[in-house]
């Protein structure tokens, strides 16, 4: 038996007992088609020219029928081919993307989407994108002096901290932007395809126990990935998206085995 | 039932930051155009000034002005002017410069287009700090009483760009090239707008003008409390402030029915 397999089980069991019963997201019939123009006119111009030209436009159903609740301290894996929906659905829920009439989209608490390669200001040193950060999810500029430290701490950055962003590297992004939400007092954290293989082997522990500190502490996590031993790792719940349509739910081991089976 | 409702209700609310988040967008904003590039004061002081220089040789020279104090004249006018441009396309393009803020946290975008014309605002105001200081060189103190009425059309002139802001960062959702657009009437503005010619040729010659340009009537009046010592023309004052409330509610009105839809079209 390997290190990660022990940690495998420990984590599970640390787990499983804190989901509570409240509902903290719930999807009700929530459809999202995107209207794409064969030639898109989005300009003065071409639209002024186009006036009277009837649009083509292709319909592209990206999500079917959703209806999904999420529990208070339950982490929540989703998984699906590339262009299956998972990022739409994540957008959904951040309120990015409105979904199509009759839908609704209830979040009963405060929400982070984190995902590779945006989420800070390239320009703006580390010190001023926690800032910023912080401050759009909704921390007074004292609570975030309170916890800069700490973020800082967990990133790693301590000499990087006036450096502008764009000077850093795709690990040191992720570091940061993973300190800040983990730190934000945020309910609900979103994790779109985040760990793209970046991070070391330290960060790893330092996320894997941040990511159980988090569920223990009452938060909700959802994250989608291909990384397929990350779910069965912490994962209480897996959700299999395919065309848009939630297709399989439940116990990730069924679910992962199950979605298996579909390329063999 | 009701405590429960009650204790969620302050939950999901925890803090009001809403000054202190627009106040950090705006100071990055503002620092952004003007530090992180190194000559970013440089170019920021320099452009004005040429282009005030240009504006004064030629109508000077060529046109042979009879406005008493031109440069003065010249520069207040730009003051507002300025402000007005630098504001408006600071707004056309937010959406998207924070798209990255847009995809990952919910918040009430509004904040973005305060945060932007506070920025301006600031740039304003070092600007006026650097008129306040030419007029003392060249006009000995030119304080006048009117003053009092500078920080009315100054708030007016922030109202009406936030609310062209709203309709311009609205419309940005939907034509890509709004920016191309809103610079040729910002070119055609500058023309209507009394700033390099006197505001008695305008008023004799062009006074509906008044009425199409909402910069006008705002220059005007800043030249009165500012220059000439004399009291605000209370009617175009009125109709500058009546207008500019009309612009910032038909703004808030379309930015929040369409503001939604920024993440994905964009």
């Not at chain 2, 304080?143 to 940005?172: A, D, E, N, R």
């Not at chain 2, 509610?249 to 964009?266: Q, R, V, Y």
Request: proline share 3%; charged share 20%; net charge neutral.
């Amino acid at each position: 038996m390997n290190f990660k397999s022990v940690q495998a089980s420990i984590s599970n069991a640390d787990i499983s007992t804190e989901v509570s019963e409240e509902t903290i997201i719930r999807l009700t019939d929530i459809n999202k088609t995107f209207y794409v123009a064969e030639k898109q006119y989005d300009s003065i111009m071409e639209k002024a020219l186009n006036l009277f030209k009837p649009q083509k436009q292709k319909e592209i159903k990206a999500l079917t029928e959703i209806n999904l609740e999420i529990k208070r301290g339950e982490f929540l894996g989703v998984i699906g081919k590339n262009g299956s929906g998972k990022s739409t659905l994540l957008k959904i829920m951040t309120g990015a993307f409105p979904p199509d009439k009759g839908g609704k989209v209830e979040i009963n608490g405060r929400l982070i989407r984190l995902s590779l390669g945006i989420g800070f200001d390239a320009n703006l040193t580390a010190r001023e994108n926690i800032y910023v950060n912080g401050s759009i999810i909704g921390l007074t500029f004292k609570k975030i002096g309170q916890k800069f430290d700490d973020i800082i701490e967990f990133a790693d950055l301590r000499s990087f901290v006036d450096t502008p962003v764009k000077f850093f590297s795709s690990g040191m992004v992720t570091r940061l932007a993973f300190a800040i939400a983990i730190h934000a007092e945020a309910d609900i954290l979103l994790l779109d395809e985040f760990f793209g293989g970046v991070g070391d082997e330290d960060f790893r522990l330092k996320s894997d126990k941040a990511f159980k500190d988090f569920i223990k502490n009452d938060k909700t996590i959802i994250l989608v990935t291909h990384n397929l031993s990350e779910l069965k790792t912490y994962a209480h719940r897996v959700i299999h998206i395919q065309e848009g349509e939630i297709v399989d739910s439940g116990d990730p081991e069924k679910v992962i085995q199950n979605y298996l089976n579909n390329f063999s | 039932m009701v405590d429960t409702f009650v204790a969620s209700f302050f939950k999901r609310i925890p803090e009001n930051n809403k000054l202190e988040r627009i106040w950090v967008l705006a100071k990055v904003d503002f620092k952004s155009r003007y530090y992180y590039h190194k000559l970013g004061v440089f170019w920021a002081l320099i452009r004005p000034a040429i282009e005030i220089l240009v504006y004064y040789s030629i109508f000077t020279s060529l046109f042979k002005t009879d406005i008493e104090h031109f440069e003065l004249y010249l520069f207040s006018g730009l003051l507002f002017w300025y402000f007005f441009v630098e504001g408006t396309s600071k707004g056309i393009n937010v959406l998207l410069s924070k798209r990255y803020l847009i995809e990952s946290v919910q918040f009430n975008k509004v904040d973005l287009l305060i945060s932007t014309t506070l920025s301006a605002l600031m740039g304003f105001l070092f600007n006026f700090l650097a008129y306040l200081l030419i007029s003392i060189i060249v006009g000995g103190f030119p304080f006048f009483w009117t003053m009092i009425y500078f920080p009315v059309l100054l708030l007016i002139t922030c109202l009406m760009v936030l609310g062209f802001s709203l309709i311009l960062s609205t419309l940005s959702i939907y034509l890509k090239d709004i920016q191309h657009f809103w610079d040729m009437i910002v070119m055609a503005g500058f023309w209507m707008t009394p700033i390099v010619y006197s505001q008695e040729i305008f008023l004799e010659n062009l006074p509906w003008l008044l009425y199409v340009n909402p910069m006008a009537g705002l220059v005007i009046n800043l030249h009165n409390v500012l220059l000439y010592g004399t009291p605000p023309d209370f009617q175009i004052l009125g109709y500058s402030f009546a207008l500019s409330l009309v612009v910032f509610f038909i703004g808030l009105g379309l930015f929040s029915k369409f503001s939604h839809k920024a993440a994905e079209k964009i």
